[in-house]
C-alpha cells in the first residue's frame, strides 16, 4: 500500500481536495478532525491541555479559541501542546493505516496541515500539496469566521512557504483552477499511484 502524505498552507483546498480522494474510495486521514476529536469532552487530549492552560478547558473540552489565543500571547504554550496531542494523533494514524492494509486499499492518504514542519514527510511514500495563488489563498482566508489579516499573517508564520512545499513535493494540485480541473488532478495522481 502506498500512504501518501497530503498537505498545503491555509486556504488553499486541502480540506475540499481531500474529500475528492474520499469520494473515489480512497481513505483519509483527517487530522485536523482528529485533534477536534482529542478536544472534545472525554477526548484524549484535554487532561494534558489543562495542565498546560488550565484556563482555555471549558465544560471538560479544549476552548480552541482560547487556547489558540493563549498560543499566540506565549508562544511556549504551543510546544507544550504539540508535544501532548502530536503522539496521541500519530497512534490514531497508525491505526487508520492498519486498517487500510488490512482492507487491501491500494492507497491511503494521510492529510496533515503540517506535514513538512512536523518532518512527517519523511515517514509516507508521496507527497501531495495542494495550492493556489497567494492572492486566492488571502481572500479564501479571509472568509473564514473570526479570521483576520493579522491571525492569517501569525499562521503562515508558522508554515513553511507554499513554494517551498511545492518543490518537495511529488505531486501538486492546483486548485485556482475549476472544480472539475481539481478533480482531473486528482484523478490523474491517484491513477499514477495506483500505476
Not at 480540506?15 to 482528529?34: H, I, M, N, Q, Y
Not at 497508525?94 to 487500510?100: G, P, V
Amino acid at each position: 500500500m502506498i500512504v501518501a502524505g497530503l498537505t498545503g498552507s491555509i486556504a488553499m483546498g486541502k480540506t475540499e481536495t481531500a474529500k475528492l480522494f474520499a469520494a473515489r474510495g480512497v481513505p483519509v486521514f483527517d487530522s485536523d478532525a482528529a485533534v477536534h476529536q482529542l478536544y472534545a469532552k472525554g477526548g484524549k487530549a484535554v487532561a494534558a491541555i489543562a495542565q498546560i492552560a488550565p484556563d482555555t478547558v471549558i465544560n471538560e473540552a479544549v476552548d480552541r479559541v482560547r487556547l489558540s489565543k493563549r498560543i499566540k500571547e506565549r508562544p511556549d504554550v504551543l510546544r507544550a501542546v504539540e508535544n501532548a496531542v502530536h503522539p496521541l494523533v500519530r497512534v490514531m494514524q497508525e491505526e487508520f493505516l492498519a486498517e487500510a492494509r488490512r482492507s487491501r486499499h491500494p492507497v491511503a492518504i494521510l492529510d496533515i496541515p503540517l506535514l513538512f514542519e512536523t518532518s512527517r514527510d519523511l515517514e509516507v511514500d508521496k507527497i501531495i500539496v495542494v495550492s493556489a495563488s497567494a492572492e486566492i489563498q488571502q481572500v479564501r482566508a479571509l472568509r473564514r469566521p473570526g479570521m483576520t489579516v493579522e491571525k492569517l499573517d501569525f499562521i503562515l508564520s508558522r508554515q513553511m512557504p507554499d513554494a517551498e512545499k511545492r518543490r518537495r513535493a511529488d505531486y501538486v494540485i492546483d486548485t485556482s483552477v475549476s472544480i472539475a480541473g481539481t478533480q482531473r488532478q486528482v484523478d490523474d495522481i491517484l491513477a499514477d499511484l495506483i500505476n
